[in-house]
């Protein structure tokens, strides 16, 4: 079984600035592609943790970032990259802000999450996985099981 075969093929990578104003097109577009590669039982989290990595970009570093989604055999990873060494922060968020909540939400949703410094920032990823006992994405299958 040739389990990087999926992870090649299934990929999207955008170049954008994190505009507010563009995150509606940016939701529609991940969850166009995870419904496409078979994946729509953990879009709406794949698509939250896409929007809060996206807003701390625009919070902390002014924009310009690229977003990368692959699919892996257990679920799908978000990585964004930005030109900001300063690693997240989850807080314990203040229920009473506005804001302040984005990596705290990530950390609950998602399977897992890093951070990874390169040469020009850093990249922040997230892992996102069905829940235990929904269907899991096998190589070669194009439908999920009846």
């Known amino acids: ?39 729509s039982g953990i879009a709406a989290s794949a698509v939250l943790c896409a929007t809060e990595l996206l807003a701390n970009v625009h919070r902390h570093t002014g924009g310009e970032c690229v977003l990368l989604l692959e699919e892996t055999p257990h679920g799908v990873r978000l990585t964004v990259s930005d030109t900001s060494p300063a690693p997240p922060r989850v807080y314990q968020p203040d229920w009473l802000s506005e804001n302040g909540r984005g990596m705290w939400l990530l950390s609950c949703v998602a399977h897992d999450w890093g951070v ?31």
């Open 1 to 39: 079984m040739d389990v990087m075969a999926v992870a090649e093929n299934r990929r999207y990578r955008q170049e954008l600035v994190a505009d507010p104003r563009e995150f509606a097109r940016v939701r529609r577009t991940l969850t166009a592609r995870l419904v496409d590669w078979g994946r």
């Open 116 to 146: 990874r410094a390169t040469p020009t920032g850093k990249d922040v990823w997230a892992e996102v996985r069905p829940d235990e006992g929904e269907y899991t994405r096998e190589p070669g299958d194009e439908e999920p099981p009846s």
